[in-house]
């Protein structure tokens, strides 16, 4: 414990021989995007790049959210969720539903988060709870997670010098990156955030430890609804339009993005939601839009050759039980 608060603090920089330093991950990727956005500049003039980036960001920021909660059910549960990209869909739409009852705009996204979250735990309930107690193998559950996304189908402006962005995407942008902050400092310093950690690195010792495991399950599921709604939402706002399907387009940005961060770590998701946000929206200078996605896969794969286990250090978020529940004292930093 003693030794690994020292190694966090010197994380950023960390000796590496006689006379070197080595820098940590996350540190290296901000220099490479400070180098690229550097390089962008000198070749496409400020202007350009710094719309670019804006859109990039904005495009994080939904991204991130999204990632978030398919990483939180691919960290915590083990389960690829295909259905993923369609509760972002459910979202926005029950925005529409909400609003068209009369609610002002902010309301209904409330509720259609709420609602959202509801529908995800009640999929857990109905689906995925009964699957697990059947013993369902991981192609059982894959093939239902499709079955489910098919299932779930069916049913003003701001101007600074030459960047634009609208009221609408500066909304977007600045709910998601706040919200990414929350979620990440939940996970850290909340008692349910420590315990869903500590359940996702190790089921059987958290219940050993006195974790209530279906509870973390139910509200796994919940927050996973949570962020797909508002993410789903923010998508819509920033793009102006969308239609059922949207879903499974971002669902393949939504795992470049978990899959960069590190597979189940939701920090590591925040970033490569970021990430792939920014590379999508920088390749528009250079190519086509419609080439975007494959843009974001072939950061992916090159990004994975140079750091297989992902952006993060670890491939999970890391564990902690509550001294409330175990007999020894709290391993959470």
Known sequence: MAGSNEAGKADALQPHGAGTLRLSRPVLLLLVIVVL???????????????ATVNGLVAGGYLGLGAIGLSLILGILKLVNFAHGDLLVAGAYFTI???????????????AMIATAA???????????????????????????IGL?????????????????????????VTGLVVMAVVGLAL???????????????????????????????????ASGFLAALAGILYAVAIGSFNPNFGVTLLLSLFAATVLGGIGNAYGAL?????????QEWSTLLLNARWKPAVGFALLILMLLLMPQGIS?????????????ASSPSACS
């Open 37 to 51: 956005f550097a390089a962008l500049v000198a070749l496409y003039g400020f202007d350009a790049t710094a719309q």
């Open 97 to 111: 539903l909400f609003g068209w009852l009369g609610l002002p705009l902010v309301v209904a996204m409330l509720f």
């Open 119 to 145: 529908l995800a735990v009640l999929t857990e309930k109905v689906v995925w709870q009964p699957l697990r107690q059947a013993g369902a193998g991981t192609l059982q559950l894959f093939l239902s997670a």
């Open 149 to 173: 996304a098919l299932v779930l189908r069916i049913v003003s402006s701001i101007t600074i010098g030459p960047i634009h962005l609208g009221t609408l995407q500066a909304v977007a942008l």
């Open 188 to 222: 850290r310093f909340t008692g349910i955030g420590k315990e869903m950690r500590a359940f996702a690195d190790n089921r059987a010792l958290a219940e050993v430890s006195g974790i209530n495991t279906r509870r973390i399950i139910d509200v796994t599921w919940a």
């Open 271 to 279: 970033i490569g939601g970021l990430v792939i946000g920014l590379s």
């Open 313 to 325: 250090t670890s491939g999970s978020m890391s564990a902690c039980l509550p001294a409330s529940t």
